[in-house]
Every structure is written in C-alpha cells, then in structure tokens.
C-alpha cells in the first residue's frame, strides 16, 4: 500500500525560484495538510484541506499557496522560494473528527534547501 | 492560533529511568493524538484520546487527556533504549470541527544502556 507520497524527496532552489510539491494519497482521505519542519520546533502547519476545492490557512502560511483540485492530491507551492523556507516538508491525510480512525498518516517528507 | 506547549523539550535517561512528557494548551480540543518519530521519517501515530480525563494505556506507556481536553501527558515506565525518538503531542481544535491539527514542538527522548 502506497498511503501518503511525496514528491520530490530532495530538491536545492536558488533564491527566488519557484516549484511546487506534490503529496498524493490514496486511502480516500478527506482532510490533508502541509507542515514544514525546522530543528526543534516540532511540525508547523502551513496550510490545510477539509476537501476537493477548499483550503485554509495554518500557522506559518505566508509564502506558500495550495491547491486541492483532485480529493487525492494537495499541492504545496512556493512562488518564490527563500532562504528561510530550507526545511523539511511534510504531508499529511486523515479521516474528519468523528471517523473511527482519525489517524493522520505522513509522507516520507520532501528535504528543500534554498541558497 | 492554537499553541501546543510540551515538556521538556529535551530529555536524556539511563534505561529502566521513568520519564513523563507534558502538552499543554490554553485551547480547547476535540482530540488529542501523541505521534513518536523516527530520523528521516514522518511521525506515527501512538493513541489518540477524545474524552476529558481519559487515561489509555499501551504496554509501558500511559497517556492521559485532561478533564478540560486543555492538556495531556505521556508516562513511560521502566524506558528503555527502543524508546528513543522524537515524541509529538497533537490537538484536533474543536473550533474547527476537528480538522485543523496542530503540533506541539516536541520532546526529544535519548535513553541511554
């Protein structure tokens, strides 16, 4: 079983460059979510999706946009990458509140560096 | 926002030590899930509680979710070197319905043979 997979798993951007991640999931989850994760300071959620066509803002969203066209795919873009977004990336799906399993289930991760 | 303080943030023990990690909140939550993580890996889950004052154990481990589902604990006992990681406390906010989850910034367990 394939659960949550990221795309790329490492990627070096210079400055002001733009790419996009890409998280797919295939346990038909509703809920999926973004986190960068910097040494100690846990997972920071960047932004998330209650579903197809809708997203919402997490803590740390600035620089970032989403988008959630397909119910198994979130995509994570920088415009125009910085410095301070070298972090590691993580993506996330789960079953809404309520659901006998809310587990949320993680990618690998997705190492970017900006110089 | 929704601010998930754990403690302490670094901890280090000799094997068969016990050890409690806090996650405290001034929010309210629909859950609360603890997650442990491995290097070079995404976090996985441990338990999820859902009702105030729920106490879940699994094997050495105990969790605990505050009566107000403000705050939670996990207790290890008699830890051993298996148990190092990185520990993660996660709250469901209810304002939310649930969907929003947000992380603590973790406690890094080292234990030591």
């Known amino acids: 079983n394939a659960g949550v997979t990221q795309t790329p798993k490492f990627r070096v951007l210079k400055t002001g460059q733009s790419m996009t991640l890409l998280c797919a999931q295939d346990?038909?989850?509703?809920?999926m979510y973004w986190y960068r994760q910097d040494p100690g300071m846990g997972l920071r959620l960047i932004h998330y999706?209650?579903?197809?066509?809708?997203?919402a803002k997490g803590e740390v969203p600035d620089g970032y946009n989403v988008s959630r066209l397909k119910k198994q795919n979130f995509l994570l873009g920088l415009e125009s990458a910085a410095p301070s977004q070298t972090s590691v990336y993580f993506c996330?799906?789960?079953?809404?509140?309520?659901?006998?399993?809310?587990?949320?289930?993680f990618g690998q991760g997705t190492r970017l560096t900006v110089v | 926002t929704q601010l998930l303080e754990q403690s302490p943030q670094f901890l280090s023990i000799q094997e068969g030590e016990n050890l409690t990690v806090y996650c405290n909140s001034s929010?309210?939550?629909?859950?609360l899930q603890w997650y442990r993580q491995e290097p070079g890996e995404g976090p996985v889950l441990l338990v999820t509680?859902?009702?105030?004052?729920e106490v879940k154990k699994l094997k050495r481990l105990t969790f605990q979710f505050g009566d107000a589902r403000k705050d939670s604990s996990l207790h290890i006992t008699a830890a051993q070197p298996g148990d190092t990681g990185l520990y993660l406390c996660?709250?469901?906010?209810?304002?939310?319905?649930?969907?929003?989850?947000?992380f603590g910034e973790g406690t890094q367990l080292t234990v030591n043979p």
């Open positions: 996330a799906s789960r079953r809404p509140q309520g659901a006998v399993n809310t587990e949320a289930f």
């Open positions: 346990m038909n989850h509703e809920y």
């Open positions: 999706s209650v579903g197809e066509g809708t997203t």
């Open positions: 929010s309210v939550f629909s859950s």
């Open positions: 509680v859902v009702t105030g004052g």
């Open positions: 996660a709250g469901a906010g209810e304002e939310t319905s649930g969907s929003r989850l947000t």
